[in-house]
């Protein structure tokens, strides 16, 4: 006799919130009190536990995966293709595990490669890992607890070269150890790649190919070194390039700010000044004013002072800057006269620090621009300041323009980790960031300030260590945006290039390409030099300093050609420093010897170039584009990427037009899927000080891989997530579960049923309607994939399976025909190939137990069966639930138990019913008859009169629940007889009353169900 505990086979499935009995079939009960034949499993389906623990499966899962060979299998499924789908993985840097947040875009890149998979295209599963840069060199400083340059340039006491070869050695140890760790964590979401054969920037062909580009660059004429004032992190002791200052990056901070006046020569006044960095007052060399507007004169008697403000001008809003000012400089300031901005233009004034040699030094360079007043229109502004603004072009970016406008001498005061150079007397040596108040104290002293005042604003710190940055003059190497290409028959620039090149993108969400069109018309040039770092490109950029004359080199081969030195030391090693470095060439014009420049390259350009340098056959071998361009034409441009969109514009999607715009003069990639920021449910940013971040692998292992899987892919893009726990136990719950339940509905009475794979009879009109909704499903499915648009493709996906459940296996619990059967299972089948790109785990749970193939993953994507899609039937079937919902209602309002059968519904709609649903509205409504007419005037009618014939009936529904409530307690098995006693029982009902709740023996008494033995 076939046994099954009773949890294995709930008697009572959860279906919309409140409890339904699956009550025994006759054929069941039949077979199962009266048949002692062990073999009646046919369809032998594994038994299904409704405890199921997804993260448990999961492991399963995954160990078969890779123990049976089938990720490899489905890795070449499709090699002997022609239809290609090419995919770019945007290199993730390999520096710290993966975070929740890589599982958002590692979720899409997984879903719409195994969809293409399925459909039969050849793709090459190429996972990319960056590696190079700043942010590597920061965690190894960490970890060795080092704090500056120094420190690295001595790991190995007194010898650079060895140290600095020892750091770079650790930089790509941390790198490859942090690859690996994200390889097991990207493997745990369920993702399949060509793990072997992953790219990583840090490889030579990767480095040479940047050299390449470098290289037609500068044919063009577009690579110059220029001098500027940059932003600078005094820490890193480097420049940071505008493309890695991303608005997260500015933290509210409070400086102390300072109202200083400096005496106009030949004039009794003093004008006032104000800076948020009185660090950079040594560098003063101009205060600019608006030559249209008016300065106010103001009189102290006390101190014997006069000042200059800004008082009016041809500003529209209603601000007062004196008012602002005499806030914070106090007295009692009368006014005494006025003077016009362009009056002032052209006067000279004394400076505190005058008497230091780097004061000195630029009157003697400008005599007739330092310290003087000039016009600016554009840098006065009425809300802020007194209208006389600081000008320090060696610490200002805005200021070094307008310097080299007015032709102004420039005083750099700091070095590269911001401390006073030695041409500032008792400053020297000293920090201008840690120690401000040498400064605020030195102007008190000698009354050139008239207060100072904590000012609160949004300051720029460092993106890897968050030091606060400082703008400093260096030379600083650039590729043109504004210069033509002389090659172009057209004359256009990079930048006209680049937007032409970005406008044939299809951007989604749509905005996308605003974001990029207004980054690409608002940057400067782009800044790919890093200077006084370590770990990153060699840029190839011999400059020769006797004549100034500068060479790019644009492959390995040509270093090797041109080399008069060091070649036999470099030979062996990576194109890194400090190998490269021994290499030598000669100048062409004058014949001097010539090093390479010692900056690295800025990181972007390692992930732009990856379109042409990680093509390779199988993802090995050597790069497609310079070996074999037939070939990588295949696979360019690229067909999808995806990426979080937030820095993204400025970085990697920028990176790639930029690179293939000069080398191809095309679009890199042809569609791009961006994304929002994930936050913790609280709705802020994960920290894991704010103990609301969660780990990838905890995340995994408690919630599940294919729930975090399906939240991301259930999300909008366009907005950003929030994701945490609570949301995972809904999804899983809304989602998962519900999947789950109808899965082992199926196999459970499929099995007890020894329904077998192929049987079937005729389909009701439910079957027909359900496959329908599956065809249709599978149809849009299809079609928004093919758009990338996971979000509604998985709320398609969701509202079928609410359909299965609340529908379909609701109205199907009575059945006892095989049509059942085989509609759910084909029902399950298709749907776990549907679900298969979303949640890889438990699509492959159902379709191996129901189908005993080997996996979903080497699966085709099913075909839409158009002939069973019937609109009518779908259309008529959404009226009948409709209606049912209203009915249920009455019954609610009216308090009658819905197991109380009522006599008749009648239905006026505007629908007629061409087909055959009377028996499903019927039995759900407990309903006796169902009239219903074609009309305009819609109405429902319930005849809520409950005779006594009815109301028997409805006695002995009330008995069977209690019975089965009773079994529930007991803990009975499904098929186990009990002994019943009740008080009274509809005798009409009896028989019923015994078979459907397993009754041995009734006898009347007090209600009592027991035990047998
Ligand atoms: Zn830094
Ligand atoms: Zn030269």
Redesign the pocket.
Known sequence: MLFLPFEAVPLIFYWDGFFVLKTLQWNVYNSLTMSDSPDKNKAGFEPVSPQVNFPELEKERLARWYSEGIVNEYLHRNDQSDKYFSFMDGPITANNPMGVHHAWGRTYKDLFQRYKNMQGYKERFQNGFDCQGLWVEVEVEKELSLRSKKDIENLVPGDKKASIDKFITLCKERVFKFAQIQTEQTKRLGNFMDWDNSYFTLSDENNYMIWHFLKVCHERGWIYKGRDSVPWCPRCETAISQHEMLTEDYKEAVHESVFFALPVTGEEYELLVWTTTPWTVPANVAVAVHPEWTYGIWHEESLNRKIVILESGDWEEKVDPTKRVFEFVKGNWKKVGQVKGIELVGKKYTGPFDNLSAAQKAALEGPNSFHTVIPAKDLVTPHEGTGLVHIAPGAGSDDFKLGKMFNLPVIVPIDDAANYTNEFGPLSLQNAKKHPEIILDYLREQKFALATHHYKHRYPACWRCKTELVWKVADAWYISMDTVDPTDPQRQTLREKMKLVAQKITWLPEFGLDRELDWLSNMHDWLISKPNRYWGLALPIYE?K??G?FEVVGSRDELKEKAVEGWESFEGHTPHKPWIDEVKIT?A??G?TVERLGDVGNVWLDAGIVPFSTVKNHNQGDPLYLSNRAEWEKWFPIDFITESFPGQFKNWFYSLIAMSTVLENENPFKTVLGYGTSLAEDGRAMHKSWGNSIEFNEGADKMGADVMRWMFARTNPSENMLFGYKNADETRRQFHLKLWNIYNYFVTYANLNNWQIGESSELTPLDKWILSRLNSTLQSVTRLFDTFDSQKAAAEIEQFVDDLSLWYIRRSREREDIAFYATTYEVLVTLSKILAPITPFLADHIFTNLTSEKSVHLADWPGVKTELINTDLEAEMSEVRKIVEIAHAKRRDAQIKVRQPLMSLTTVTNITFTHDLNSILTEELNVKAWNHTKGDEQSLELDTTITEELRKEGDAREIMRMIQDERKKLETAMDELVNVALPAWPEEFEELIKRKTLISNLAKGEFAVTRIS
């Open positions: 020769c006797k004549c004359k100048c014009d004058c001097e």
